[in-house]
């Protein structure tokens, strides 16, 4: 079935703007996976899986951010080492049968529109977001969760939903 973007959505990618609005890029070109970060290379923690076969223009995700002190926003005072201890505890959460993803977002992201938009984003398209969490998320198949993935802005836990 494919995805297409409600109003809602569009919301989502607004709050998503709002979130990462220095990471866009201005090339309307795809990032190239050879050029990406290490971190954002498959065979690093937090990247979970290979590129799906057909990579669609548009995806929808949610996620849940563990800031730190130092991180990008960040009002945090938590190290990076307790928010790495955090966001994996929080991914074994998030990956238990039964999860929703949606509470634990509310219960332990950090992200200041988590109040509104439960942890999900909408729909992004390539070039959006910021590269590493850009790379795990066309990573995953609908209904999967990544691994832990750093960002300047912390680590985010991040859940495909169409």
Known sequence: MRYVPSISSALGLALALALFPGCARKSSKPADSASAPASAQSSTPGVVGESPSQSPAMIAVSHILIAYKG????????????????????????????????????????????????????????GMMQADFEAAAWKLEVGEISGVVETPFGFHIIRRNG
């Open 71 to 126: 991180s990008l926003r960040s009002t945090a005072t938590r190290t990076r080492e307790e928010a790495l201890a955090r966001a994996q505890e929080v991914l074994g959460k998030a990956k238990s049968p039964g999860a929703n993803f949606a509470a634990l977002a509310d219960q332990y992201s950090d992200d200041p529109s988590v109040q509104s938009n439960h942890g999900d984003l909408g729909a992004i398209s390539k």
